[in-house]
């Protein structure tokens, strides 16, 4: 057969002889036989050998009937493999599937944020800082939304959290803000005693039902707990689709801050930063000498954020990080709130990590400064004593309302010594 198929295939131009059109009919069948069986799984072939006229043609031309045993088993094991390559694509596709699904919620995401482009020229080339606000979504907590409707201006409040503990600086705290005639603020009340106060005092306050098992930890909790909590509640404002200026309460308003935000960046927040390179970042080399030629190691550094002061947009990423601290927050009950917010923030992704990406913007140390950048260098600066800021906040220093009230007479009482009673950092 093989020797008839070479004829065939070798016999150079001419005329076929009678002889040679029967050879070449004869393996046009085989071929085609042979085709049709490489192409069918057993049952068509079966079918074949049933139907009449191909029978006849085979009894005809086809040699014998062991032929057709030998390709009926040659289709049989290429069949068998056959299924074998289809079961291994299939299970290589659902593998490829399992590792797309990861990977699919994050893409979804980046279409949506707009459509592909180019690059554009040197100089001309700006990255995504301002991500898209979340679609509000009321259902979350309908009292609340009805709430923020009256209290917020333009999408975005003031929230301060408190319970009993804190009722004299949280006085202090809102006498200030109604005097400078910020409307939009709100305090959440973590107990009964300071509702009933904000109620008297004419305060925007919210009081979450108390169903819920977090609740309790604002009521008999220590600080870090109530911070914990913080993250969760502050999560359904922005699922509401409201921007939070979150705000602690040994804080004293001298501005109005929605006058000094700049809305470009998930989180916009104060420094515990003391100088420009403290707060917005610096070279810090490092000096291993062993190391002769390569001794100096550059290192970058940045004093943390605060998170008692930052405004926060309604974001994925903004409300991804709220997420990752609060439950941090709850797997290492002893870890410091502002210490997680920090890592949460800052650590790029590395091999078992994978790193948040939001945006973020340190706010200007002189406008929303810290005790100790008034204490240590503005109160003895005749330039910087004469800067209003917009916020002071307390936090490096334990006597928190004596120096809160200081901060009172000097920024708004004109007291130019109100200030000096007090050393730079704690009395001990
Ligand atoms: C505070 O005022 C609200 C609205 O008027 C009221 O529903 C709530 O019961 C008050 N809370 C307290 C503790 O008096
Ligand atoms: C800190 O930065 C501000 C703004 O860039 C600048 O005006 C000021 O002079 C800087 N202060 C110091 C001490 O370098």
Redesign the pocket.
């Known amino acids: 057969m093989a020797g008839r198929r070479d004829g065939l295939l070798t016999r150079p131009g001419g005329s076929p002889s009678r002889g040679s059109r029967i050879a070449m009919a004869v393996a046009v069948g085989i071929l085609l036989g042979c085709v049709c069986a490489f192409l069918y799984p057993d049952g068509l072939f079966r079918s074949f050998s049933t139907s009449p006229y191909h029978v006849q043609g085979k009894s005809e031309k086809c040699e014998t009937a062991e032929r057709t045993n030998t390709l009926k088993s040659e289709l049989a094991s290429l069949s068998q493999k056959n299924e074998e390559l289809k079961k291994q694509v299939m299970e290589l596709i659902s593998k490829l599937k399992l590792a797309e699904q990861g990977k699919d919620q994050a893409q979804k995401q980046f279409l949506a944020l707009g459509q592909q482009h180019k690059a554009g020229a040197f100089g001309t080339v700006k990255s995504l800082r301002t991500n898209p606000a979340v679609i509000p979504d009321e259902s979350v907590n309908p009292r609340l939304a009805k709430m923020l409707e009256k209290v917020a201006v333009r999408k975005e409040l003031i929230v301060a959290l408190a319970n009993s503990n804190v009722k004299d600086m949280l006085e202090l705290w809102f006498q200030n803000i109604k005097r400078v005639g910020i409307p939009n603020y709100l305090v959440v009340a973590l107990d ?1 005693g300071i ?2 106060y ?2 008297a005092s004419g305060v925007p ?1 919210y ?1 979450r039902n108390s169903e819920e098992g977090i609740d309790r930890i604002g009521r008999d909790g220590s600080n870090h707990a109530v911070s914990g909590l913080k993250f969760h509640i502050l999560r359904e404002f922005l699922q509401l689709g409201y921007s939070v200026l979150l705000s602690d309460v040994d804080i004293i308003y001298l501005q109005n801050p929605f006058d000094h935000l700049y809305r470009d960046s998930d989180i916009e927040s104060m420094s515990d930063g003391h100088s420009n390179m403290t707060a917005y970042g610096y070279d810090d080399v490092s000096d291993d000498p062993p190391m002769g030629w390569a001794r100096y190691a550059h290192t970058m550094r940045i004093w943390v954020y605060n998170s008692g002061f930052f405004y926060i947009r309604p974001t994925i990423p903004s409300i991804e990080l709220l997420d990752r601290v609060a439950d941090r927050m709850a797997r290492q009950p002893d870890s410091w709130d502002q210490a997680v917010f920090n890592e949460e923030l800052f650590y790029p992704s590395h091999p078992g990590y994978e790193g948040l990406h939001a945006s973020k913007r340190t706010m200007d140390i002189y406008l929303f400064m810290n005790s100790k950048v008034l204490f240590k260098t503005v109160r003895k600066d005749a330039h910087l004593r004469r800067l209003k800021p917009v916020i002071v906040h307390v936090n490096y220093h334990p006597e928190k309302f004596e120096r809160m009230k200081a901060v009172v007479d000097f920024y708004v009482n004109g007291k130019q010594d109100a200030l000096d009673p007090f050393p730079d950092g704690s009395r001990s």
């Open positions: 009964d509702e009933r904000c109620n306050v009081r």
